[in-house]
């Protein structure tokens, strides 16, 4: 497989990120315009948006790399590119879990803590002598 096959299968899988890719670009620019009003949740939701951002870039350029790597080394048993895949699959799997937590972060970051509601007091209505 020459460089110009691979270019167009990582291209390829990249535009299947697209729309994860440009939901989190709106939002880090969101992010980054408003980060004055909420500093420490904009700096979770960034982080949380950053990392999605990278994955879909990272993610079809690893696999693409790994696959080729994987077809080309004729020394690697069905069994352990299956593992080498797997093992792919479970860490994908964690960054995603990761910028979820984050994202979840910047939703309850900087809330301040409910206030008790004032009880109502029974004033007695007598006219002032």
């Known amino acids: 497989m020459n460089n110009i096959e691979q270019f167009k299968i990582v291209l390829a899988s990249l535009l299947t990120q697209l729309p994860i890719l440009l939901v989190s670009l709106v939002a880090v620019i969101m992010v980054v315009t408003r980060w004055n009003e909420l500093p420490k949740a904009s700096m979770w ?11 879909c870039i990272v993610i079809p350029v690893v696999q693409n790399s790994v696959q080729h790597w994987a077809i080309e080394n004729r020394d690697l048993s069905h069994d352990q590119r299956a593992s080498i895949f797997t093992g792919l699959s479970i860490l994908w799997s964690v960054l995603r879990a990761v910028s979820y937590a984050l994202l ?3 939703v309850f970051a900087g809330r301040r803590a409910p206030q008790p509601a004032l009880a109502a007091v ?3 209505r007598h006219p002032n002598p």
């Not at 939701?45 to 994955?55: C, D, S, V």
């Open 45 to 55: 939701a960034l982080l949380g948006f950053g990392l999605t951002l990278l994955l």
């Open 104 to 106: 979840l972060a910047a």
């Open 122 to 124: 029974d004033v007695p």
